[in-house]
C-alpha cells in the first residue's frame, strides 16, 4: 500500500490503467444496459418498469461505495498520511455524488407507477437522500479547506463520522416497515431470477470500472493542478528574489 502512494509511481500506474478500465467499463456497462432494456422480458409484477432496475442499482451501488472509499482514504489520511490519500477521496466525491442522485432520481421514476408517488419518507429513501447531502457537505468544505489553506484533516474526519450512514442505508429495509423492498441480493443468495440477475450484474461491474477510471482522471488532473500551481509559486519567489551585484563586485572607475 504504502508503495503505490508515491504520486510519480501512482501516475504512472493511472496512465495505462485508466484507459483500460474507462473503455471496458463503457463496453460492459453499454452491453448490459442494452441487454436490460431491450431483451430482459417484463417482470411478473412490475412490468416494464423492471428495466430501470439496470441503471437504479448500479447508482445505488455507486453513491453508497464511493462514500465507503472516501472513508478508507479518509482513514490512510490521518493514520498513514499518504500523500494520496486526500487527493483520492476529493476524486471520489463528486462522482459518487453523481451516482447518488442519478440513484434518488430513477428511483422516484420507478417508484410513481410502483407506489404511486415519485416520494416518500421511507427510511431506504431518506437515508439515501442524508448521503446526497453528505457528499454536497463534504465537497464544500474540501473546496473551503483548499480555498483557506486549512488541514485536510477536517475533510478526513467529516468522512469518517459520514461512512456511519452506510450501514444505516444497507440495513433500512430490514430495521424499519419499509415500501422500499427488502434486499433482493445477499451473500451466497439471491431472490432475483436469472433472466435479470445476469444483466444486472454486468451493469454493476461495468458502472463500476467506469466509476473507477474517472476517479483516476479526477486524481490526475488534481494532482496536475497542484504541480502547476507549485511551479507558479516557485516562479513568483524566483522573480520575487534580489537581482544584481553584492559587495565583492569590484568597483567601476579609473585610477
Known amino acids: 500500500m504504502h508503495t503505490y502512494a508515491n504520486p510519480k509511481r501512482f501516475l504512472g500506474i493511472a496512465k495505462w490503467l485508466m484507459p483500460l ?18 431483451v430482459v422480458p417484463p417482470d411478473r409484477l412490475m412490468g416494464e418498469s423492471v428495466r430501470i432496475l439496470f441503471i437504479h442499482v448500479p447508482a445505488a451501488w455507486l453513491g453508497m461505495g464511493g462514500w465507503a472509499g472516501i472513508a478508507i482514504s ?36 420507478w417508484g410513481r407507477p410502483t407506489w404511486g ?17 453528505l457528499y454536497a457537505g463534504y465537497i464544500a468544505l474540501v473546496q473551503a ?3 483557506e489553506g486549512g488541514s485536510a484533516k477536517i475533510a478526513a474526519i467529516f468522512g469518517l463520522v459520514g461512512a456511519v450512514n452506510i450501514p444505516i442505508i444497507n440495513r433500512s429495509v430490514v430495521w424499519w416497515n419499509s415500501l422500499h423492498q427488502p434486499p433482493s441480493i445477499t451473500m451466497g443468495n ?20 467506469l466509476f473507477g477510471a474517472i476517479v483516476l482522471m479526477r486524481m490526475r488532473a488534481i494532482i496536475a493542478e497542484a504541480q502547476v500551481e507549485a511551479r507558479l509559486k516557485r516562479r513568483a ?16 572607475g579609473g585610477a
Do not use: N, Q, Y
Open 190 to 209: 439471491s431472490a432475483i431470477d436469472g433472466v435479470f440477475l445476469m444483466p444486472l450484474l454486468a451493469a454493476v461491474v461495468g458502472f463500476s470500472l
Open 74 to 109: 479518509s482513514a490512510m489520511l490521518l493514520i498513514w498520511k499518504h500523500p494520496l490519500a486526500g487527493i483520492s477521496a476529493r476524486a471520489i466525491a463528486v462522482p459518487g455524488m453523481v451516482f447518488t442522485a442519478v440513484c434518488l432520481a430513477t428511483g422516484s421514476i
Open 145 to 147: 479547506t483548499t480555498r
Open 21 to 38: 478500465l474507462f473503455w471496458s467499463g463503457l463496453a460492459l456497462s453499454a452491453g448490459a444496459v442494452a441487454w436490460g432494456l431491450a
Open 117 to 133: 408517488t415519485w416520494w416518500v419518507w421511507d427510511g431506504r429513501l431518506t437515508s439515501m437522500l442524508v448521503l446526497l447531502f
Open 237 to 252: 519567489l524566483d522573480d520575487d528574489a534580489p537581482r544584481g551585484g553584492g559587495a565583492g563586485e569590484p568597483a567601476m
